[in-house]
């Protein structure tokens, strides 16, 4: 150690007096006391070293901080864009919120800086206030730099969504397989006697999209049937599923859509309206995510359902192991979807 402080025989030995010997800041002190996976072991061992000299004992709120007691998971909050049916994170924050609280744990929702380029800021605010044990990370299919954020920071997390770009990443995850549910929107329609079934997906650059169109493709090719000219890749807005199931309805005459999302089922619905087509009769049609509008149109629109509330269990669990000592870090979880049948894939065909 560099330096002794000066006091009193009969002064308690403060956080500022083993910053002063440890040579480091308060903010570092505090660090090594409620979150020491934030520094570097070297620091964290000049720290301890002046803990263990001063006999410097934290008050009970930095102890109930170390043992996490805080029990607070912080959860970047995005606004659902507009002109789009989504609205997910909503029905996921409230899984979550609710699965945290029986628990023990407690949401705190990171909202975006608009001139934060880089969706770190709010991550940062926290980790330099200590105010959270851990986070709950989304997008990952994004390619944001949040992830490598909170790496580099040695800060705990738990990612609903794979690893995209790092197949071997250690932290824990949870995810939804995004190909089982169009497989079961595809088999869904054969069932029904369709055998010219088109697909509305997203740019080939959308992981969740490809992933997603592969279960529609790998099903038409185990029944033999085609996925030539079959295919359409847009944006994801209701603008833009109108425009290619015009394309595809005008080309490929098929009888049936699978679409990426039930923004872009809207779309093909309302080229149906314009058309004076039936929905469910003249062409069946069947959405993904299973939103709120799929559920209150009239006669319903079917549509993949994420089992929210589930991969809000299995992230929760995941905290608990990563926040445990020893901290256990378990593989990661791919759930199944479900498909909730509705009136737009309409009747067997005859």
């Known amino acids: 150690m560099s330096r002794i402080v000066n006091r009193g025989a009969a002064s308690a030995p403060t956080l ?10 308060r903010q570092t002190v505090s ?21 263990d000299e001063l006999g410097y004992v934290p008050n009970r709120a930095a102890r109930n901080l170390r043992t996490r007691a805080s029990h607070l998971i912080g959860l970047r909050a995005r606004p659902a864009p507009e002109g789009t049916a989504h609205a997910l994170m909503d029905r996921f924050v409230h899984a979550l919120v ?50 490598a954020f909170l790496e580099s920071r040695r800060a705990r997390f738990v ?19 995004h190909a089982a549910g169009a497989a079961l929107a595809t088999e869904h329609l054969i069932g029904l006697g369709h055998t010219r079934i088109g697909w509305i997906g997203w740019h080939k650059d959308s992981r969740i999209g490809e992933e997603r169109r592969s279960g529609w493709s790998r099903v038409l090719k185990a029944h033999g049937l085609s996925t030539t000219a079959m295919a359409s890749r847009v944006e994801d807005t ?18 049936a859509f699978v679409c990426a999302s039930d923004t872009l089922a809207m779309g093909v619905l309302h080229l149906l309206d314009e058309r004076g087509l039936r929905m469910g009769e003249d062409l069946a049609v069947v959405g993904y995510d299973d939103s709120l509008v799929a559920q209150c149109l009239p006669g319903g629109l079917t549509s993949v359902r994420l089992p929210l ?15 445990a000592r020893p901290s256990y870090v378990g593989p990661g979880v791919l759930l199944p979807p479900t498909l909730r049948v509705r009136g737009s894939s309409g009747p067997r065909l005859g």
């Open 159 to 177: 990612a609903f969504g794979r690893p995209w770009a790092d197949p071997d990443a250690g932290h824990p995850w949870v995810d939804v397989d």
């Open 31 to 51: 660090n090594a006391i409620n979150n020491p996976d934030l520094l570097r072991a070297d620091t964290l061992a000049r720290v301890q070293e002046a803990i």
């Open 16 to 25: 500022a007096d083993v910053a002063e010997v440890a040579g480091v800041s």
């Open 238 to 255: 209701i603008a833009s599923g109108r425009s290619a199931a015009a394309v595809l309805l005008d080309e490929a005459r098929p009888t």
């Open 309 to 323: 509330e589930q991969v809000a269990e299995e992230i929760v669990a995941a905290l608990e192991g990563l926040l």
């Open 98 to 147: 609710d699965t945290s609280r029986t628990a023990g744990y407690h949401i705190m929702l990171v909202t975006d800086d608009p001139e934060d380029r880089t969706g770190t800021a709010g991550y940062d605010d926290l980790l330099r206030s200590t105010a959270v044990d851990a986070f709950v990370v989304t997008d990952t299919h994004l390619d944001q730099p949040q992830l």
